[in-house]
């Protein structure tokens, strides 16, 4: 039985190459999320280090999904009881790098770690390799949850992949640049309303080396309505998911059921 799960949606600026400082802007953002009753803090893609930092900082940075960046993760979220998903340079096997993130639960374990499958630009594809097309889940309080990253949600079959498997809802972690606002105030809503999902969209504000990032972190409703969209500034976003909302927006429209052919 679902009942109903509050998010927090940390937009921030980008802090390239210092682990030691997010994980301390991690903590009082989790310390806020918590003080505002969220269940679940969302951060931006590549959290822990920056997002465009070069091929030899990725390598020099990343980590095993179950390392030091993710205990130090897991105890802050200990800490203050609340669930965290953040993005991190992944270390995977054989040495290949990949653009991840991972979800970890309000009592410190590891729920899944998803590696990003759509590679955006020159920038993604000469720090990671792409991640296979997967579609894991996690359970809290009755909903599915799914992870894609940033440029991932820009491709309808992600989403509905997620969907397909279950997904109620999909948190997007995100560096998004100021000239694709239509992402977040088009592309975003649509994948919601045609696949009757949440979606939590969760981007960096300001500036990080030549790139800036356009903020408009989004929690959108699977009826396609916004619930709460931030500006272009620093800040925490807060959005309450309820069932109801959702078994309406699938009584309403079939789009994901009619979607399915023999």
């Not at 205990?71 to 992944?90: F, M, T």
């Not at 020159?122 to 599915?144: H, N």
């Not at 088009?186 to 939590?200: G, L």
Request: with cysteine; glycine share 8%; aromatic share 8%.
């Amino acid at each position: 039985m679902k009942t109903p799960l509050t998010l927090a949606l940390y937009q921030c600026t980008s802090n390239p190459l210092d682990v030691a400082g997010n994980l301390n802007r991690l903590e009082a953002a989790a310390d806020q999320a918590r003080q505002g009753g969220a269940d679940v803090l969302v951060c931006p893609e590549m959290f822990l280090t920056g997002y465009n930092i070069g091929p030899a900082a990725v390598r020099q940075l990343a980590q095993a999904a179950r390392g030091t960046y993710a205990q130090a993760v897991a105890d802050i979220a200990l800490r203050h009881s609340v669930a965290i998903v953040y993005g991190y340079p992944e270390l995977g096997e054989q040495g290949a790098l990949f653009n991840a993130a991972q979800w970890i639960s309000a009592s410190g374990e590891r729920g899944l770690n998803y590696r990003k499958t759509h590679l955006f630009g020159d920038l993604d594809k000469c720090q990671f390799v792409a991640g296979d097309m997967t579609s894991p889940l996690v359970e809290l309080k009755g909903w599915r949850i799914g992870i894609l990253i940033c440029y991932d949600v820009e491709f309808p079959e992600n989403t509905r992949r997620l969907a397909r498997v279950g997904a109620d809802l999909i948190v997007v972690p995100t560096a998004n640049m100021v000239s694709f606002d239509f992402v977040p105030n088009v592309m975003v809503p649509v994948r919601a309303y045609e696949n009757q999902v949440y979606v939590a969209y969760a981007n960096y504000a300001g500036p990080e080396r030549e790139l800036i990032y356009g903020g408009l972190s989004t929690v959108v409703a699977p009826d396609g309505v916004v619930l709460s969209q931030a500006g272009h500034i620093e800040t925490l976003i807060f959005a309450t998911l309820d069932n109801e909302r959702l078994e309406a927006a699938r009584q309403h429209c079939s789009h994901l059921v009619d979607s399915v052919r023999d």
